[in-house]
């Protein structure tokens, strides 16, 4: 009876195991019959928007050893230490490393070698396609592009943020062995293949971001600055044509070992730094008052107030004086387009203490200072902007030309942008589209308006004021015969531990062509330039040089005079 | 030589016994050779560099169980009579011989053989039927004396004295099975209730106790609980099986299919057999194998119900439950219902000492339906 008993006890288990648990095992026990060696998918590409390469794949190869495989270690490990130019005793370490299932005994080896090795037969050895990231133009958009891990996966930039698209899924390769991982005989190996990562169109265009390099490492070198930058934008969509960090590093030669370099040389300074504008910030000022102007904003000033003539105004007690000492008629009697020919400070305190914090600042955040601008770029500073409720009055009247406010290039460049393109700002973008190997788009990035800044009246009335800075004032050198340049000049000093730092200047320009219709807007900024430090002199020529360039790439013709 | 109460005299006289008891006896015997090679077959290329090693020996030891078993069914189980006594005496030394350095031989922490040249003999398998030649003599000898609790005191210490030896090996699974095989022939023997709860009662706090004294049977206990809390220790040997369980599903992967043999499952073609067995031929493999295994057991039981002779009932009884105790605790180890512990499935289990004596113990009880039958022949002529 009791034996009886038992027998239906464990026969009831057996079925209760090998009918009703049994999935739940074998999906457990899959895991331990099978042995991996991954198959790396195809990273995919980085191309400019009309398909240059500038991040690319070498075709390489992974050698992994299994260890328990291995048949014959010495013999095994000389061939590979000859094929590869590694020490014998390393490889034969790795060879003979029982208890872990494969050791990786190189990786990004070149085709070559790996049908060199793969000629002998060795048994324990195994290849996998591994490829290696290869940048055709080196150090060309550095910071935009970024790199990837030992691992292959994106880590700065593009590579990463976009990784998910570009990355793929890896496959494998899996064979059947016993405990210890020996090959079954007679088991044939499972093929997952791998799908390979989709490619990124930028909106950068190659031959204007080289150009834009070309020129500012010029400048960086004539003027001894510390770093030189640019942004170009297409004001008409925001698309980003070009960004030049310098100095940058080459991508194919990433300096690893150095991360305190790496990381200040792989920033993307244009998105992630902020700097205080100064006077190329007047923009903004103008076009909030213009704006107001034509709305009837009776505290607004006319376009044909002639501003106080003194070279100093004082606010809540303390004097704000021009850059310009206002001797011998300079800077008299100005109206707005005078006061921005000659970058003449007092002219905009009075603006913006004549609009009043409420309605400046309503123009702030239209123009999106103190908000990201939206770039698909990870890293974006909001830069700084005092809360509307502590400023004061001497802080509105500094905003109003530029300082006591912190912003990224990119933030002015768009703003900029918004400001004479008919006032709409449009999100920032570095990436066009996503597309797969046989060219069909997977995904789409269409221009996205964020909002309005002014009326297309008040952008043109600007428009002909910056104009005229090219022509007639402090962007002279910015000007190119027939092709309507616009733009303004900025020279800002540093602040370093709260303190005005002596001798230190951000010398800037930001301007556009044709003021009409602006196509081409580029911001260029010289970080502590020696010697010369304003940007009329510094920044303004190598914006005229980045427009001749683009002139000269785009075959664009002279404007009817 | 006249012996009117025996009717069992020569060979001339007995029968043609139980002849499909001797043959499922065989079968499963068989099987169980064809079993071990394929659990052992990789594992014995790998260590042995030869796929027959195991094959080879469960065969040598096939063909001499099936010799002890037809030599020993010709014997009149009456001789064994006399030799209880001297059989259990000879199995408790071969079991102390066991402790002796040089004699003794250790495996996975555990000294549980001893060698003679190239021959090891594991002598728990001889003392079992030892116990259950002493006690079917014992009794038999007396009957009467069962019913005072006195009387059953000498089965009591030949079967402690037993179990103590072969607990210091230790082998707490073997130590197990003859226990139930004792509490099984007390009861067998037709025990008063009284005396089997003195019996049983300390041996339910004996369990708890000795388990507590080794540690390695608390881990062993805690990992059967939950295998997966220690899956590369304790749990490993029960995870193992209940994949290849789990591997097997209802029709099982076929047989020499096995995939957990690929050294996964240790002990693949010993103890954990019917785990091997269980992948390769699925539940209703299982089912049928138990089916038998019942067969067998109900067969020899049925022997021992005919038999007329109460020493002859004892003997078969003894050596059935042996058999079927034995099976049964090999499948709820396999399956996991009890703490995984060394002991082989009787007739299948790669393991030659096992084989060649449960085989010759087949045999006594073959050798008894023989005379069983003669028994009823000789009723009907008288």
Redesign the interface.
Same mark, same amino acid.
């Given at each position: 009876m009791a @034996?009886t008993f038992?027998?239906c006890?464990? +026969?009831g288990?057996?079925?209760y @195991?090998?009918?009703i648990?049994?999935?739940? +095992?074998?999906l457990?026990?899959v895991d331990?019959?099978t042995r991996e060696i991954p198959v790396v998918a195809g990273r995919g590409k980085v191309v400019d928007r009309n398909g240059e390469v500038l991040a690319d794949n070498r075709t390489a190869y992974s050698i992994y050893a299994r260890a328990n495989a291995v048949s014959d270690a010495e013999k095994s490990a000389a061939l590979l230490a000859e094929a590869l130019g590694v020490p014998y005793e390393n490889i034969y370490e790795k060879l003979t490393e029982k208890g872990r299932s494969e050791v990786t005994v190189a990786r990004r080896t070149a085709k070559e070698v790996v049908l060199s090795i793969e000629a002998h037969d060795l048994g324990g050895i195994y290849f996998a396609q591994d490829d290696a990231r290869y940048y055709p133009h080196g150090a060309l958009a550095s910071q935009v592009i970024g790199f990837t891990s030992y691992d292959g996966s994106g880590t700065t930039g593009i590579e990463r943020g976009y990784d998910s698209y570009l990355a793929g899924k890896n496959g494998e390769v899996l064979s059947?062995?016993?405990?210890?991982g020996?090959d079954?005989e007679g088991a044939v190996a499972a093929y997952v293949p791998a799908t390979d990562g989709l490619n990124v169109r930028l909106t950068v265009d190659y031959r204007v971001q080289a150009l834009a390099e070309e020129t500012m490492a010029r400048v960086l070198a004539s003027s001894g600055a510390k770093a030189a930058r640019a942004i170009v934008l297409d004001p008409s969509d925001f698309s980003v044509l070009a960004m030049v960090n310098l100095p940058s590093y080459d991508l194919n030669d990433i300096p690893r070992d150095d991360i305190a370099s790496l990381n200040a040389l792989s920033r993307n300074s244009l998105v992630s730094d902020i700097y205080e504008p100064g006077s190329t910030f007047k923009i903004v000022t103008a076009a909030a008052n213009i704006e107001e102007g034509l709305r009837g904003n009776s505290a607004a000033l006319p376009l044909n107030y002639v501003f106080s003539s003194s070279r100093t105004r004082t606010v809540d007690g303390s004097a704000i004086r021009c850059w310009s000492d206002h001797k011998n008629g300079k800077h008299a009697n100005q109206t707005l387009a005078e006061a921005l020919n000659n970058s003449c400070n007092p002219c905009f305190v009075d603006i913006a203490l004549a609009l009043g914090k409420d309605t400046f600042y309503d123009y702030l955040k239209a123009f999106r200072f103190g908000q990201a601008t939206g770039i698909d770029f990870s890293g974006e500073s909001i830069g700084m902007l005092l809360p509307e409720s502590t400023v004061k009055n001497g802080d509105l009247a500094r905003i109003g030309f530029g300082q006591t406010v912190a912003v990224t290039p990119l933030q002015l460049a768009c703003a900029a942008a918004a400001a004479v393109n008919g006032g709409y700002y449009y999100a920032p973008r570095l990436v066009r589209e996503i597309y797969s190997a046989d060219g069909i788009t997977r995904f789409q990035i269409k221009p996205k308006l964020l909002g309005r800044t002014v009326s297309e009246q008040t952008s043109s009335i600007l428009s002909s004021m910056l104009e005229g800075v090219v022509r007639d004032g402090s962007g002279k050198k910015a000007y190119l015969e027939g092709y309507r340049v616009a733009g303004k000049t900025g020279t800002a000093q540093k602040y370093e531990d709260g303190h005005i730092a002596q001798g230190k200047y951000i010398s800037s320009f930001v301007g556009y062509f044709p003021a009409n219709a602006p196509k081409y807007l580029a911001l260029v900024i010289v970080d502590e330039p020696q010697g010369s430090y304003y940007g009329s002199t510094v920044a303004a020529p190598c914006a005229a040089e980045i427009f001749q360039g683009i002139i000269d790439i785009m075959k664009i013709e002279r404007a009817e005079a | 030589m006249k012996r009117p109460n025996n009717p069992l005299r020569s060979k001339e006289r007995a029968g043609k016994g139980d002849l499909l008891f001797l043959a499922a006896v065989i079968l499963l015997a068989a099987y169980g050779v064809v079993c071990v090679y394929s659990a052992s077959c990789y594992n014995a290329e790998v260590q042995y560099g030869d796929a027959l090693y195991f094959f080879k020996k469960q065969l040598i030891g096939f063909l001499l169980g099936l010799a002890a078993m037809v030599g020993i069914s010709f014997v009149s189980y009456e001789k064994f009579r006399r030799a209880g006594l001297s059989a259990l005496l000879v199995s408790l030394v071969l079991l102390g011989l066991v402790f002796i350095p040089g004699v003794g031989r250790s495996n996975y922490g555990a000294t549980r053989w001893i060698g003679v040249g190239p021959v090891t003999i594991q002598p728990s398998e001889l003392a079992k039927y030892a116990f259950v030649l002493f006690t079917a003599g014992y009794f038999a000898k007396n009957p009467a004396r069962m019913r005072r609790f006195s009387g059953i005191l000498p089965v009591l210490g030949a079967g402690l004295s037993i179990c103590v030896l072969i607990m210091l090996e230790p082998n707490m699974s073997v130590t197990m099975c003859v226990g139930a095989l004792m509490i099984g022939m007390i009861f067998l023997g037709g025990a008063s209730w009284k005396s089997l709860a003195a019996i049983c009662i300390p041996v339910l706090f004996a369990v708890p106790a000795l388990i507590l004294a080794e540690p390695y049977r608390l881990q062993r206990l805690s990992a059967f609980m939950d295998p997966w809390a220690s899956p590369r220790e304790e749990g490993y040997q029960l995870i193992q099986s209940l994949y290849a369980l789990g591997n097997g599903k209802l029709f099982g992967v076929g047989l020499f299919h096995s995939r957990q043999k690929y050294r996964f499952l240790p002990f693949s073609e010993s103890d954990f057999i019917l785990s091997v067995i269980g992948e390769e031929t699925g539940f209703f493999g299982v089912l049928l194998l138990f089916l038998v295994i019942g067969f067998v057991v109900w067969r020899g039981f049925r022997i021992a119900n005919r038999c007329e002779n109460f020493y002859g009932y004892m003997l078969v009884c003894g050596i059935m439950l042996a058999f079927a105790v034995q099976s049964a605790l090999n499948a709820l180890v396999v399956s996991g219902c009890i703490p995984p512990t060394g002991l082989p499935l009787p007739l299948i289990s790669a393991g030659n000492t096992s084989l060649i004596v449960t085989m010759a113990g087949m045999g006594i009880v073959y050798g008894v339906s023989r005379h069983n039958g003669q028994a009823k022949i000789h009723r009907i002529y008288k």
């Amino acid at each position: 009876m009791a @034996i009886t008993f038992l027998f239906c006890l464990f +026969l009831g288990r057996f079925f209760y @195991i090998q009918a009703i648990w049994e999935d739940d +095992l074998n999906l457990r026990a899959v895991d331990q019959w099978t042995r991996e060696i991954p198959v790396v998918a195809g990273r995919g590409k980085v191309v400019d928007r009309n398909g240059e390469v500038l991040a690319d794949n070498r075709t390489a190869y992974s050698i992994y050893a299994r260890a328990n495989a291995v048949s014959d270690a010495e013999k095994s490990a000389a061939l590979l230490a000859e094929a590869l130019g590694v020490p014998y005793e390393n490889i034969y370490e790795k060879l003979t490393e029982k208890g872990r299932s494969e050791v990786t005994v190189a990786r990004r080896t070149a085709k070559e070698v790996v049908l060199s090795i793969e000629a002998h037969d060795l048994g324990g050895i195994y290849f996998a396609q591994d490829d290696a990231r290869y940048y055709p133009h080196g150090a060309l958009a550095s910071q935009v592009i970024g790199f990837t891990s030992y691992d292959g996966s994106g880590t700065t930039g593009i590579e990463r943020g976009y990784d998910s698209y570009l990355a793929g899924k890896n496959g494998e390769v899996l064979s059947e062995t016993d405990l210890v991982g020996v090959d079954l005989e007679g088991a044939v190996a499972a093929y997952v293949p791998a799908t390979d990562g989709l490619n990124v169109r930028l909106t950068v265009d190659y031959r204007v971001q080289a150009l834009a390099e070309e020129t500012m490492a010029r400048v960086l070198a004539s003027s001894g600055a510390k770093a030189a930058r640019a942004i170009v934008l297409d004001p008409s969509d925001f698309s980003v044509l070009a960004m030049v960090n310098l100095p940058s590093y080459d991508l194919n030669d990433i300096p690893r070992d150095d991360i305190a370099s790496l990381n200040a040389l792989s920033r993307n300074s244009l998105v992630s730094d902020i700097y205080e504008p100064g006077s190329t910030f007047k923009i903004v000022t103008a076009a909030a008052n213009i704006e107001e102007g034509l709305r009837g904003n009776s505290a607004a000033l006319p376009l044909n107030y002639v501003f106080s003539s003194s070279r100093t105004r004082t606010v809540d007690g303390s004097a704000i004086r021009c850059w310009s000492d206002h001797k011998n008629g300079k800077h008299a009697n100005q109206t707005l387009a005078e006061a921005l020919n000659n970058s003449c400070n007092p002219c905009f305190v009075d603006i913006a203490l004549a609009l009043g914090k409420d309605t400046f600042y309503d123009y702030l955040k239209a123009f999106r200072f103190g908000q990201a601008t939206g770039i698909d770029f990870s890293g974006e500073s909001i830069g700084m902007l005092l809360p509307e409720s502590t400023v004061k009055n001497g802080d509105l009247a500094r905003i109003g030309f530029g300082q006591t406010v912190a912003v990224t290039p990119l933030q002015l460049a768009c703003a900029a942008a918004a400001a004479v393109n008919g006032g709409y700002y449009y999100a920032p973008r570095l990436v066009r589209e996503i597309y797969s190997a046989d060219g069909i788009t997977r995904f789409q990035i269409k221009p996205k308006l964020l909002g309005r800044t002014v009326s297309e009246q008040t952008s043109s009335i600007l428009s002909s004021m910056l104009e005229g800075v090219v022509r007639d004032g402090s962007g002279k050198k910015a000007y190119l015969e027939g092709y309507r340049v616009a733009g303004k000049t900025g020279t800002a000093q540093k602040y370093e531990d709260g303190h005005i730092a002596q001798g230190k200047y951000i010398s800037s320009f930001v301007g556009y062509f044709p003021a009409n219709a602006p196509k081409y807007l580029a911001l260029v900024i010289v970080d502590e330039p020696q010697g010369s430090y304003y940007g009329s002199t510094v920044a303004a020529p190598c914006a005229a040089e980045i427009f001749q360039g683009i002139i000269d790439i785009m075959k664009i013709e002279r404007a009817e005079a | 030589m006249k012996r009117p109460n025996n009717p069992l005299r020569s060979k001339e006289r007995a029968g043609k016994g139980d002849l499909l008891f001797l043959a499922a006896v065989i079968l499963l015997a068989a099987y169980g050779v064809v079993c071990v090679y394929s659990a052992s077959c990789y594992n014995a290329e790998v260590q042995y560099g030869d796929a027959l090693y195991f094959f080879k020996k469960q065969l040598i030891g096939f063909l001499l169980g099936l010799a002890a078993m037809v030599g020993i069914s010709f014997v009149s189980y009456e001789k064994f009579r006399r030799a209880g006594l001297s059989a259990l005496l000879v199995s408790l030394v071969l079991l102390g011989l066991v402790f002796i350095p040089g004699v003794g031989r250790s495996n996975y922490g555990a000294t549980r053989w001893i060698g003679v040249g190239p021959v090891t003999i594991q002598p728990s398998e001889l003392a079992k039927y030892a116990f259950v030649l002493f006690t079917a003599g014992y009794f038999a000898k007396n009957p009467a004396r069962m019913r005072r609790f006195s009387g059953i005191l000498p089965v009591l210490g030949a079967g402690l004295s037993i179990c103590v030896l072969i607990m210091l090996e230790p082998n707490m699974s073997v130590t197990m099975c003859v226990g139930a095989l004792m509490i099984g022939m007390i009861f067998l023997g037709g025990a008063s209730w009284k005396s089997l709860a003195a019996i049983c009662i300390p041996v339910l706090f004996a369990v708890p106790a000795l388990i507590l004294a080794e540690p390695y049977r608390l881990q062993r206990l805690s990992a059967f609980m939950d295998p997966w809390a220690s899956p590369r220790e304790e749990g490993y040997q029960l995870i193992q099986s209940l994949y290849a369980l789990g591997n097997g599903k209802l029709f099982g992967v076929g047989l020499f299919h096995s995939r957990q043999k690929y050294r996964f499952l240790p002990f693949s073609e010993s103890d954990f057999i019917l785990s091997v067995i269980g992948e390769e031929t699925g539940f209703f493999g299982v089912l049928l194998l138990f089916l038998v295994i019942g067969f067998v057991v109900w067969r020899g039981f049925r022997i021992a119900n005919r038999c007329e002779n109460f020493y002859g009932y004892m003997l078969v009884c003894g050596i059935m439950l042996a058999f079927a105790v034995q099976s049964a605790l090999n499948a709820l180890v396999v399956s996991g219902c009890i703490p995984p512990t060394g002991l082989p499935l009787p007739l299948i289990s790669a393991g030659n000492t096992s084989l060649i004596v449960t085989m010759a113990g087949m045999g006594i009880v073959y050798g008894v339906s023989r005379h069983n039958g003669q028994a009823k022949i000789h009723r009907i002529y008288k």
